[in-house]
């Protein structure tokens, strides 16, 4: 059995008459510790698959069971649950409270989550660590480099040990260099920690590091 199993997934926005399909009938399978690389153009329902699988959304029709559960069955509130125990979210924006320092910006996840305020902290500290940041963390997001920023977002997204990496043109604000150091920290975790990392791109260099590659062409899956 795969680890997630994406069928017959659609999405639709607007009303009768005015509809707009955004996916029409997305069938994938995806094992534990799998890389896979989105790829394809502007409007052809990226986001909006990242979104239905991390449970921000729901779809019109369709499901994707997780281990063989259907997420889509859940009520709002164990959806919530889900999301915040099983998914790590990375976007290109890294969406950082400005007024919190790296450490307590990593912290975050935990502390919505009510955990042990110290060992938060000493798990943030060593997230923070592993990704170059150590002498960084007393410093507040306007302190900090764009490849920082978004390294301390990879870790916030880490924080609370999720199955799987759901990360949005996650280099798509950085130059090469960060860029590309980013996206080897991503696979680290992958080859590593087994994490399973979805990551929507426009980088096919990015795209063909990753186990896996498919490309979304009107609403549906040619991998």
Same mark, same amino acid.
């Given at each position: 059995m795969s680890f997630i199993e994406i069928k017959g997934l659609r999405k639709t926005y607007g009303k009768a008459g005015g509809e707009l399909s955004v996916l029409k009938g997305i069938d994938l399978e995806i094992n534990q510790g799998d890389s896979i690389a989105v790829t394809g153009a502007?409007?052809?329902?990226?986001?909006?698959?990242?979104?239905?699988?991390?449970?921000?959304?729901?779809?019109?029709?369709?499901?994707?069971?997780?281990?063989?559960?259907?997420?889509?069955? !859940?009520? #709002?509130?164990? $959806?919530?649950?889900?999301?915040?125990?099983?998914?790590?979210?990375?976007?290109?924006? *890294?969406?950082? +409270?400005?007024?919190?320092?790296?450490?307590e910006n990593v912290m975050l996840p935990g502390l919505i989550a009510c955990e042990e305020r110290g060992l938060l902290r000493e798990r943030a500290e060593g997230l923070l660590e592993e990704a170059g940041l150590s002498a960084r963390l007393d410093h507040k997001p306007g302190e900090l480099s764009g490849g920082e920023q978004q390294r301390v977002a990879v870790m916030r997204a880490l924080?609370?040990?999720?199955?799987?990496?759901?990360?949005?043109?996650?280099?798509?604000?950085?130059?090469?260099?960060?860029?590309?150091? !980013?996206? #080897?920290?991503? $696979?680290?975790?992958?080859?590593?920690?087994?994490?399973?990392?979805?990551?929507?791109? *426009?980088?096919? +260099?990015?795209?063909?590091?990753?186990?896996?590659?498919?490309?979304?062409?009107?609403?549906?899956?040619?991998?």
């Open positions: 502007s409007g052809a329902g990226k986001s909006t698959l990242l979104s239905l699988m991390g449970a921000l959304d729901r779809p019109t029709g369709g499901d994707i069971l997780y281990d063989g559960s259907s997420l889509f069955g !859940l009520d #709002d509130k164990r $959806l919530a649950a889900f999301r915040n125990s099983k998914v790590g979210f990375v976007f290109q924006f *890294h969406h950082l +409270l400005p007024e919190f320092t790296a450490l924080l609370r040990r999720p199955e799987i990496i759901l990360a949005d043109e996650p280099t798509g604000n950085l130059d090469r260099k960060n860029g590309e150091d !980013l996206f #080897d920290l991503l $696979l680290r975790l992958n080859t590593t920690d087994g994490i399973t990392i979805i990551m929507v791109t *426009h980088n096919d +260099l990015l795209a063909s590091k990753m186990k896996r590659s498919i490309t979304l062409v009107d609403g549906l899956i040619c991998e």
